[in-house]
């Protein structure tokens, strides 16, 4: 890339109209290192964009990244880390050598993202839908079958972050971030036992190395889990996380 600003399109994803006039013209006017906005998904079943609506109209933006990812997380626990819902200012990417793992095959984006707002001091919110996002593409990435390469991405950001957050946030932001990732390596790990035999025991070993982890997910489910590990072990903590995932995932095509 080359030009002044970085903004990521997948191949089969669409810009709303006038995505980048506005996004060029809030970067200049604002003077910020990164531009949140709305997007919207659609599907081949259903065309027409659905706007996805987050509101951070309110956002501690001057208030610094602990400030702001506090709100954030605390706001929309499910909010999701895509790199197509931000546009980078490409000399702060290149100021702090902010790239992507290459080791990682999911998640990337996830490790990425926290790493850029741990180093962006100015930020700002566009509410205004400029990405058009497609979703139930079993040719994408996230609808794959899962693999050790894909479970060993979330592993890594998970815990990575799990850890940062842990030692470098204090009160209300250590318990929402640091529990959000808790809560992402207790959802990933329920994809070990969906991976081919071979793989599992690899899988595992990774798992392992940080069970402390698994206290601090803030899901009432997830404490349930807890408590299989506790009574049985990890085998049947990892095998009733894949049984109760494949059970969510029925209930949801049905309904």
């Known amino acids: 890339a080359t030009g002044d600003y970085i903004l990521f399109?997948?191949?089969?994803?669409?810009?709303?109209?006038?995505?980048?006039?506005?996004?060029?013209?809030?970067l200049e006017s604002e003077?910020?290192?990164?531009?949140?906005?709305?997007?919207?998904?659609f599907s081949s079943n259903n065309p027409t964009p659905y706007p996805v609506?987050?509101?951070?109209?309110s956002a501690p933006f001057h208030q610094g990244t602990e400030a702001f990812l506090t709100y954030l997380f605390r706001t929309y626990p499910d909010y999701g880390w895509g790199v197509f819902r931000q546009c980078w200012r490409r000399e702060f990417l290149l100021t702090h050598q902010l790239f992507f793992r290459e080791d990682l095959a999911m998640n990337e984006d996830g490790y990425w993202f926290f790493s850029l707002f741990q180093e962006a001091a100015r930020f700002c919110w566009l509410d205004a839908v400029l990405y058009h996002y497609r979703i139930?593409?079993?040719?994408?990435?996230?609808?794959?079958?899962?693999t050790l390469?894909?479970?060993?991405?979330?592993?890594?950001t998970y815990s990575h972050w799990y850890n940062w957050f842990q030692s470098h946030y204090h009160g209300e932001g250590r318990?929402?971030?640091?529990?959000r990732m808790a809560r992402g390596y207790v959802n990933s790990a329920s994809t070990i036992y969906a991976l081919p035999r071979e793989d599992r025991e690899a899988a595992m070993s990774?798992?392992?190395?940080?069970?402390?982890?698994?206290?601090?997910?803030?899901?009432?489910?997830?404490?349930?889990l807890y408590g299989v590990y506790r009574l049985w072990g990890v085998r049947a903590?990892?095998?009733?996380?894949?049984?109760?995932?494949?059970i969510k995932q029925r209930l949801k095509r049905r309904g």
């Open 9 to 26: 399109l997948d191949g089969d994803d669409q810009l709303a109209p006038h995505a980048l006039e506005s996004l060029k013209k809030t």
């Open 31 to 41: 003077s910020v290192d990164v531009v949140l906005f709305q997007y919207a998904t």
């Open 53 to 57: 609506r987050y509101s951070l109209a």
């Open 136 to 146: 139930g593409n079993a040719n994408s990435a996230v609808g794959r079958a899962p």
């Open 149 to 156: 390469k894909s479970y060993f991405g979330d592993w890594t």
């Open 175 to 179: 318990s929402i971030l640091a529990g």
């Open 206 to 224: 990774l798992f392992c190395q940080h069970l402390d982890i698994l206290p601090h997910s803030p899901r009432k489910s997830h404490r349930i």
């Open 237 to 246: 903590y990892l095998w009733t996380c894949h049984r109760a995932l494949r």
